[in-house]
Nanobody, 121 residues
Framework: EVQLVESGGGLVQPGGSLRLSCAASGFTFSGYAMNWVRQAPGKGLEWVSAINSDGGSKTYADSVKGRFTISRDNAKNTLYLQMNSLKPEDTAVYYC??????????????WGQGTQVTVSS
């Protein structure tokens, strides 16, 4: 079975940094694009970033561009999101999501349980 497990969330001060990880199993990780999606308290889902299967192509939402960096280690079946210059509006549950193909596309077939990121002073 496909399993995605996020970790690395926590409480951080505005301007701080955090690195999220997503451990994947149950499928050939290196063959699929991956995404980070978030949901702020009381808000809907917001796509954050995507990376293609080999890590050679990345894309970001305008709200995080220049501050967040997505990456992956296919040998370790792990997806990462480095978050810098965090703002209170980045507070959300962050989910790792699998795309059904090798290149990112605005549909997801599997999600993780999520990890909470809280940016507050």
């Amino acid at each position: 079975e496909v399993q995605l497990v996020e970790s690395g969330g926590g409480l951080v001060q505005p301007g701080g940094s955090l690195r999220l990880s997503c451990a994947a199993s149950g499928f050939t990780f290196s063959g699929y694009a991956m995404n980070w999606v978030r949901q702020a308290p009381g808000k809907g889902l917001e796509w954050v970033s995507a990376i293609n299967s080999d890590g050679g192509s990345k894309t970001y939402a305008d709200s995080v561009k220049g501050r967040f960096t997505i990456s992956r280690d296919n040998a370790k079946n792990t997806l990462y999101l480095q978050m810098n210059s965090l703002k209170p509006e980045d507070t959300a549950v962050y989910y790792c999501a699998k795309s059904p193909g090798s290149y990112y596309y605005p549909v997801y077939d599997y999600w993780g349980q999520g990890t909470q990121v809280t940016v507050s002073s």
